[in-house]
């Protein structure tokens, strides 16, 4: 098993409001510092690798250091044997930056056999799964079928404030903020997760799984969306 964590930015005050860093971690790279809190969690488990890649996914036009982790996946390749599952996660917060990694999947035949894209604001969000494996592809819309509206929009990696941002400035203005949008977009991930598991152990049928998930806080109460 091997997690690979990619990231360039560091970690900056603004990252402890609603994230999983604390002071401690502030100057230091994200990924960084996320794999020294959580690697000796790992430490048990047999032949698992924790890795990291410094870089901004946008700084290199062919994404060549973190697509060649994901060469040696068919793009036909069912599961057939027990390293052959690939699982790529995204928790990015601009839509220029998506359509960059799609479109990187897509154009060099480097597909993992699913594609975890969760995003979310204050009080509502969605988490999506989707395939460009051929295996999968004709059961699992992606991301621009179920949001065609999206492939036009250009916001432009620093087009507003981000998620961190908008904590920041609400903080400062004596406003309090919450965790609860990116812990239910992280406990939708972690679900898919267990479904894309069911599947690898022939448990499960891919057609049974949710394409998306979408939510909204509304004052105590989570409404839940599916597609």
């Known amino acids: 098993v091997e997690c690979i964590l990619i990231d360039h930015d560091e970690v900056e005050f603004k990252n402890t409001l609603r994230q999983a860093f604390n002071e401690n971690d502030i100057g230091k790279n994200k990924a960084l510092a996320l794999t020294e809190r959580y690697a000796p969690c790992f430490e048990s488990i047999p032949n698992f690798k924790l890795s990291i890649i410094q870089k901004y996914i946008l700084d290199d036009p062919e994404r060549t250091e973190y697509l060649e982790k994901f060469i040696d996946f068919d793009i036909a390749e069912e599961f057939t044997s027990a390293d052959s599952l690939c699982i790529f996660i995204s928790a990015i917060d601009n839509n220029k930056s998506r359509k960059s990694i799609h479109s990187s999947f897509k154009k060099n ?44 929009f250009n916001d432009g990696v620093k087009a507003g404030p981000s998620c961190a941002e908008h904590d920041e400035e609400a903080a400062n203005n004596g406003v309090e903020q919450t965790i609860s949008a990116n812990v239910i977009s992280a406990s939708i991930a972690l679900g898919f997760i267990e479904d894309i598991i069911g599947v690898f152990f022939k448990n499960k049928d891919v057609k049974s799984i ?13 409404n839940y969306s599916y597609k």
């Open 210 to 222: 949710h394409n998306e998930i979408g939510f909204t806080i509304n004052n105590s109460k989570i």
């Open 109 to 152: 035949n480097l597909h993992p056999h699913f594609i975890i894209d969760a995003g979310n604001e204050d009080v509502y969000g969605q988490v999506t799964l989707t395939s460009y494996n051929e295996a999968y592809s004709n059961i699992l819309k992606t991301y621009w079928e179920i949001h065609p509206e999206m492939v036009e």
